[in-house]
């Protein structure tokens, strides 16, 4: 690919931002959209191109947002579609873009659609969900939803079973019904109307399900695990559709979230000459510690390096020159990232969080940053379910504890705190004021208690903070082509604790190395280095040459 012809959204970086926890300024304990507006300048500051807003649309809140009663208005609890607006304007203003999170695999069951479609069998709304007949207490298959029990609900209005692959108040769309797919792309193109600048597209690979709805062992969740249904034989026509009828019609950005997927479907979904998406989230690396049997994601596992750098590797060698990848260590359903591969305590949590940036946004692909992200924020490590909010968290804890005692509440407890999704979920850490100057009154989640030390005005104040070195990373992508557009090369991929690899492009070439562990670490750089290189970026002071100190980060230019 020449310089010339790249799109903006390969140059770019983008920051998520979860509206519920990012800023509260109505006194109501949740975040707000005037608390965004409000911040714009220190994301403007902190050098990003994109915002990514998780769904603020009309929603009874099953799902924190992702049970979507109304797609084309604004939450009360974030606001009026002025306000929208306003945002919207105000973001364009210091050139930022917005994208939206799309969630079409499934409506809230408030949503005119569904209440239309539950109120009888003959409804014109009727198809625009899956119904099927079956027994109370007998549904139509044996598929698991992913948020516990059974991914069919009876209803009794018109005795017939809806599906629903996630909570029971977020029944699936049939995306077989070519009315129902003609309402979701008119949606969409009312948005882009308004000017958002592109989808981030909820479970989207979940869309078209398999003919028939099987049992077996295609069930969308396998109890407590993963497996799904997922990449059903009509996705890639729907995608190209959607892209007929929306996506073409202007210069957007759009990042499918496809769980389940390997990197020849990556290709698929996001090659350039497919007209699907521009890039999508794979899950491999962030599955890497889930277990196999038994809990899946609630283990306390940790990702082997020598996997994840296998998966990374696959996924940059398997999309070059055809499709594009995108860069995340965490979002709003994992833990924290500095938690997870990094180290957490005191000692180390700066320098680990540092050298994780480092790892991720050198690599190619467009880089994702999750709110907080920035400042190195932690794992909530909240003890008490009491303290817990997400709905995931709250049925597994039902479903593995309560009901089937397969734990005992001290070993699930320790699972929630290392993988449930609230991890992500605590408020923006801005100050020392009363919950870390989120909200002055009692909050939705509780604030992570580390505020008095992690928190935005203390890192804006100290130029080697964590917040700086993510600045810096940015600008290195802005003004570096290698950085887009360079050759990925893993090095050393059977080293258990070093991450080490080179970037190269018209005659340049960067050696970029991370240490993962605490440890001190001999590093066979000469072999890579020529003697005349510079050091880009670093997250110690000076440099050792072959010593790497405990997630010591540094990147090389030859
Ligand atoms: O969070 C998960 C793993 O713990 C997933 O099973 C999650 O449900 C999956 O990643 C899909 O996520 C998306 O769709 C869900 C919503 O709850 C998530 O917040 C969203 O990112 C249903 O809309
Ligand atoms: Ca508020």
Redesign the pocket.
């Known amino acids: 690919m020449t310089d010339q012809a790249i799109k903006w959204w390969q140059k770019a970086v983008v920051y998520q931002v979860y509206p519920r926890s990012f800023q509260d300024t109505n006194h109501d304990g949740i975040g707000d959209l005037q608390g965004i507006i409000q911040h714009l300048d220190y994301l403007q500051k902190l050098g990003v191109d994109v915002i990514w807003l ?1 769904p603020i649309y009309r929603s009874p809140n099953d ?2 947002g ?2 979507i009663s109304d797609y084309q208005e604004i939450a009360s609890d974030f606001g009026t579609m002025a306000d929208f607006e306003e945002l919207l304007k105000a973001a364009h203003d210091k050139g930022l873009k917005i994208i939206m999170d799309l ?1 079409v ?2 409506t809230s069951d408030e949503h005119a659609w569904f209440k239309e479609s539950r109120s009888n069998t003959t409804n014109k709304y009727r198809d625009f969900y899956f119904w099927r007949v079956g027994n109370a207490g007998n549904p139509p298959n044996n598929w698991d939803s ?2 516990g029990g059974s991914a069919w609900k009876y209803d009794e209005q018109t005795k017939e079973y809806y599906l629903h692959t ?1 909570s029971t108040k ?1 029944p699936d769309l049939n995306w077989e019904n070519p009315q129902m797919r003609q309402s979701i792309y008119d949606m969409m193109n009312w948005w882009l109307k308004k000017g958002v600048d592109g989808f981030r597209m ?2 989207i690979n979940q869309i078209s399900k398999l003919p028939g709805l099987p049992d077996g062992p295609l069930k969308p ?1 396998s109890k407590f695990g ?1 497996a799904r249904v997922t990449n059903g034989p009509k996705v890639h026509d729907y995608l190209q559709e959607m892209n007929r009828e929306v996506l073409s019609k202007k210069d957007i950005m759009t990042v499918g ?1 496809t ?1 389940g997927i390997t990197p020849d479907d990556g290709v698929k979904y996001a090659g350039f000459d497919r007209q699907e998406l521009n890039m999508v989230f794979e ?1 491999q690396h962030l599955r890497l510690d889930n277990s196999q049997h038994g809990f899946g ?1 609630w283990s306390t596992r940790k990702t082997s390096l020598v996997e994840l750098k296998k998966v990374i590797n696959n996924w940059q060698v398997a999309l070059k020159d055809k499709a594009w990848n995108s860069l995340f260590w965490n ?4 833990p924290r990232a500095v938690s997870r591969f990094g180290n957490d305590s005191e000692q180390y949590r700066d320098v680990s969080a540092k050298m994780l940036a480092t790892c991720l946004h050198l690599l190619q692909g467009t880089p994702y940053i999750y709110q907080g992200e920035e400042l190195g924020m932690t794992n909530a490590h909240f003890k008490n379910l009491a303290d817990y909010r997400d ?2 968290t709250l049925n597994a804890y039902q479903d593995i504890v309560t009901k089937s005692h397969l734990l005992t509440n001290d070993d699930m407890m320790q699972r929630i705190e290392a ?1 449930s ?1 609230d991890n992500s979920r605590t408020p923006m850490q801005w100050n020392t004021l009363v919950n870390a100057g989120f909200s002055d009154v009692t909050l939705w989640i509780k604030v992570n208690p580390n505020y008095s030390t992690i928190k935005v005005d203390a890192a804006l104040v100290d130029k080697n903070s964590t917040w700086y070195y993510y600045q810096k990373l940015i600008t290195l992508r802005h003004d570096y082509p290698l950085v887009t557009l360079g050759d990925f090369k893993l090095l050393l991929a059977d080293d258990p604790n070093i991450f080490m690899y080179q970037r190269h492009w018209q005659g340049q070439t960067w050696l970029v190395i991370c240490n993962f562990t605490e440890q001190t670490l001999n590093c066979p750089v000469n072999e890579y280095l020529n003697g005349r290189e510079q050091q880009i970026i670093s997250n110690y002071a000076d440099d050792q040459h072959n010593n790497l100190r405990p997630y010591e980060s540094k990147v090389y230019s030859m």
């Open positions: 998780n799902d924190n992702y049970d969630v695999n499934h992913a948020f996630f977020q909820d479970v969740h993963d979230e769980h899950f994601k979002n709003h359903d994992t709905i995931e993988n999704r």
